[in-house]
């Protein structure tokens, strides 16, 4: 029985495939299974002999078919063109985000075992003029071609779900904060780049108003709710299959406070404005809050704060930078933390 | 310059076309046109030498760029696999309503004449639980494959429009009543059935309790709609290109009631309760009002009241059916009635 991976060469993806691997190792994995097998551009960077990686493209039927059998128990179905990408080249988008999503829940279908696939949509499906908070039923209109594509995505999964072709799972991912490496082609790459940057002691542009309202997850949140995705039991999602996967509900201006805190005024002050329209236009539509009561009950989990965000990428990516935490920042582990 | 109209030869498609040559001969067109090309895998009904005839698979690409080419300047696109026919095929419905719906955007793309294109969808995209009065902000969250794809058909016409590829107007109609003829495949048929058959002498079964709540639109109402969706400066609608488009909220108790005013306690007789699952898991997810106040402002028109729109059928279709019309009905007549 294997898990399949799209997107497993990338940021989430090959984090996603250790935490999975972890969790087998530990006689706990969120579904029974021997291998996991990753479909990528790219090869997968996690060495384990239960992981096999196949390069290649995911918009590629016979590719699916060959790799998309009937002892398949759950997909991953992170491989996309991401939000700067999509908005530069529509047809590319098109046919990775529709039609690779589309083929691989044809082929999902075809080995007649109703799989579990977990989809990643984004917060980027809404538009418009969201209300502070935004609910569960609150409608997408997206104001980006990743928006509308992954939109198309979410409406796909749901509708072979409700067929019963597959068990899906769409979690609409908060933007991740603070990602390691370099800046990347997402419009909210400089969330993680305004942090990340001067804590390496480089400077590091902010495009948007310091008044931004940011929804975060931290990788790790993240990664731990992917996984959760997978495991959870499909009849507690409901019959419609999103899910606003909870994160924190920060400003730019309270990340730059954080890092402030954390870095030092040194780090700060490496942070210039400097406005950028094109990324004011998708990300200012944005919602920065959700309303994610249920989710938490559904056992998936949230970083306990921005300074937690932050201390993290220094734990697991720059050892060494920043100050000490202080004692209050340790004190009583919430009970849902990631 | 011409108008083409995907479904010509269907129910709406060929009023569409009749009101067009109207307003022409009027000299007072939605747009400038010379030609109306019906695009349908039938004849179009309508004998006008301004209209051609092309019999067809909308969803053939060969077929759309020999047809859509620079001199369109609007496009219907209300060729569709309805409800129960999507329900029942999965895969004719996909390439129909998703394929076909795409290869019309990509033509209409290529022509580089930015086209307005009016698409008709439906109050299907929406499912789960909607409250009472439906706000133009509500989630899509389909519970029937006609309405995902609807859906999915909505988020393409958006998106082009939004990356200037075509001028888009999306109309989601409410269900149309007193249609003329048989029932047909759509899950709504009981909904023209329940006055027709009785007016015409014949028994007709109620699928659905009294207590359903219905957004209804008379045919007369939806086709000056359409009509107005393709005139109506493409600003004016903002930057989402969905529209609500107006109807009257009645139960079906309500339309029985006025069934026997008009057609008399034996005509009501002729009706008898059936109760149908499947109808019902389908209609009663559907909600029965929406906020329209921004829609009848932009010009859009609705039916007075349900006593009018059945009136309206047995003026246009069943003359001499009914009662005559009492004093009060026709008084005072409403400022934006079809
Ligand atoms: N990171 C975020 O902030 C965030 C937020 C919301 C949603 N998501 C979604 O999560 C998923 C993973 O994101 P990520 O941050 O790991 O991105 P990433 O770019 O690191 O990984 C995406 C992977 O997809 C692969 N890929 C792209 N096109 C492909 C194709 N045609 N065939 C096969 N593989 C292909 C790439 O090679 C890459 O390894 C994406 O679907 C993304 O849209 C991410
Ligand atoms: N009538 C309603 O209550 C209602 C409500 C909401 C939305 N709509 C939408 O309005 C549109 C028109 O509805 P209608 O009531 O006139 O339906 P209809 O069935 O009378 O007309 C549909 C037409 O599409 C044509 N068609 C189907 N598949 C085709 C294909 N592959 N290629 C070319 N033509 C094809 C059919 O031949 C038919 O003439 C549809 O898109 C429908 O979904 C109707």
Redesign the interface.
Known sequence: MKIIVTGGAGFLGSRVVELLLQRLDAGDPPVPFEEIVSLDLAECPVADRRVRSVVGDVASPELLEEEVTDDVVGIYHLAAVLSGGSEEN?DLAMRVNVDGTRALLEAARRTGARPRVVFTSSLAVF??DPPEVVP????????S?YG??K??GE??V??YS??GYVDGRICRLPTISVRPGRPNSAASSFASGIVREPLNGEAAPCPVPHETRMWLSSPRAAVANLVRALEVEGELIG??R?MNVPGISVTVGEMLEALERIGGAEARALVHDAPDQAVMDIVCSWPGEFEVQRMLELGFVRDRNVDRLIRQYVEDFAPGAGRPAEEHDDAAPAAREA
């Open positions: 529509f538009g418009g569960e039923e609150w409608a997408e209109q997206p104001d071609t509308a594509l939109a198309v409406l796909l749901n509708e409700r067929r019959a419609w999103g």
